[in-house]
């Protein structure tokens, strides 16, 4: 091809390429899917290698391979066999601990080989080299005469167990001066580490550790409400429950109708109850065998009082230290039908909850716990000033129960529904009671795990 003046241009030469989608659409198959002649090769599946650990990773085995493989053929001796009861073969509900020596085995394969220094596992940590106290240092700004670090000896006696429990009790000792053990060691009493008077001043004078600017205005000391404990044998713990959305219809201020609202546990499943039950016998007989059973969901019912006069009245009622919390005036309604004396509050039901996101505390109900600081009134008050604690048990998440997306849900559903119809409560009658012989039982059971003071004077 040629050009002005004469200059001939190169010709370059260029694909078209065009994508273009044309729709395919495949007729109905001519029979019911059943009648397809599908091609499956089972065999060529269930030999393969990765079929077996794929089997493996979605149902492990609960019972101890042994010579038989996990399938004993001489069952003479296992007791209870023949009763059915073959707990002799599987491996126990609570796992025991582990020996020391037996963790190494549990590092991953590609730890194996690399120093022991080295984190495994963990991407975002990066090795931190500190300047030890003891490297040689630099005399009159040159170099130091060897490049070798001298190691800090490792003080023996220090990692004794009976120096670091010492070294515990000095805490407590500087805190608490006046009950500083000073006697021989004993079983049951052992002495305090000697504070210094650096370690002394620190605690009368308390520094913020990244603000030394700030200065502590008061301090309370934080231990249990020991009268605080509810009836809860195996915790006397409390439950935390949250609520999505608001469960009231007042949204321009904040409600105090909730600070006299009760919740109703509604009876759910009752096989499930039942297999609590014998759970929760099954583990107070033996706690290192059976361990602390999960309680079934539950569904709840809201009930508040209609206005919010009647809030102080039963916030008075239910106060302990209130001089007038034993009397009949506080009370709004009567509890029987036709009687003139008013002896209870009757608080309609609002609404309906079910039981969402929860969490139980019962193996640790310390792992949480509610702290509210108290400032005695005056010397009367039986509780002195402190920050108390109270464990908390479990934590719920409420969610609007929604009954009429259960209907289309099944007929499993519809039988709760009407189970639920059954038991169903517009109001109830609320009054106040001292706790029963059994009640009080159970609260000096968990009180007395926590209370030494007990043991000091039986010892004493």
């Not at 109001?427 to 043991?455: F, H, I, S």
């Amino acid at each position: 091809m040629s050009g002005t003046g004469g200059r001939t241009e190169r010709v370059v030469h260029q694909d078209y390429i065009v994508r273009q989608r044309y729709s395919n659409t495949l007729p109905p198959p001519p029979g019911a899917p059943k009648l397809l002649d599908l091609p499956i090769n089972g065999m060529a599946t269930y030999t393969m290698p990765v079929y077996a650990e794929r089997m493996l990773k979605a149902q492990p085995l609960n019972i101890e391979a042994d010579a038989f493989l996990g399938m004993p053929i001489d069952l003479v001796g296992m007791p209870g066999i023949f009763e059915g009861d073959e707990s002799s073969i599987q491996a126990p509900q609570v796992t025991p601990a582990m020996d020391s020596r037996d963790r190494i085995l549990l590092r991953p394969l590609k730890s194996l080989g690399k120093p022991k220094n080295e984190i495994a596992d963990i991407s975002f940590l990066r090795r931190t080299q500190y300047v030890a106290e003891d490297r040689t240092r630099i005399e009159g700004g040159g170099r130091a005469a060897t490049g070798r670090i001298k190691r800090r000896k490792l003080d023996i006696s220090k990692e004794d167990p009976t120096h670091i429990l010492r070294s515990t009790i000095k805490g407590f000792d500087v805190a608490n001066p006046e009950s500083t053990y000073t006697g021989p060691d004993n079983v049951s009493n052992v002495r305090g580490l000697s504070a210094s008077l650096a370690e002394t001043e620190a605690w009368k004078h308390p520094k913020h550790p990244s603000n030394p600017h700030l200065k502590m205005v008061d301090s309370y000391p934080l231990i249990p409400d020991l009268s605080g404990f509810t009836e809860d044998a195996q915790t006397g713990g409390y439950v935390v429950l949250k609520f999505v959305g608001n469960p009231t219809g007042i949204t321009d201020r904040y409600d105090p109708r909730l600070e006299a609202s009760f919740l109703h546990s509604v009876a759910g499943d009752p096989e499930a109850f039942a297999e609590y039950v014998e759970k929760l016998e099954a583990h107070k007989s033996n706690p290192e065998k059976f361990p602390v059973p999960i309680p079934p969901t539950s569904n709840f019912e809201l009930f508040h009082p209609e206005e919010e006069a009647v809030v102080k009245s039963i916030k008075r009622k239910r106060d302990t230290q209130d001089p007038e919390k034993d009397t009949d005036s506080f009370y709004t309604d009567p509890r029987e039908e036709g009687s003139l004396e008013k002896n209870c509050f009757k608080i309609p039901k609002k609404r309906q909850y079910e039981s969402g996101v929860q969490q139980f505390f019962q193996d640790d109900p310390y792992q949480e716990v509610a702290v509210a600081l108290h400032d005695p009134e005056d010397e009367a008050d039986p509780l002195r000033k402190a920050a108390y604690f109270y464990p908390i048990a479990m934590k719920t998440q409420l969610k609007p129960r929604r009954v009429g997306k259960m209907k289309q849900m099944g007929p499993s559903h519809q039988q709760e529904l009407d189970r639920e119809q059954e038991q169903k409560v517009d109001a109830v009658a609320v009054w106040w009671r001292d706790m029963n012989e059994e009640e009080l039982e159970q609260v000096a059971g968990v009180v007395e795990r926590l209370d030494t003071r007990a043991e000091e004077v039986d010892g004493a």
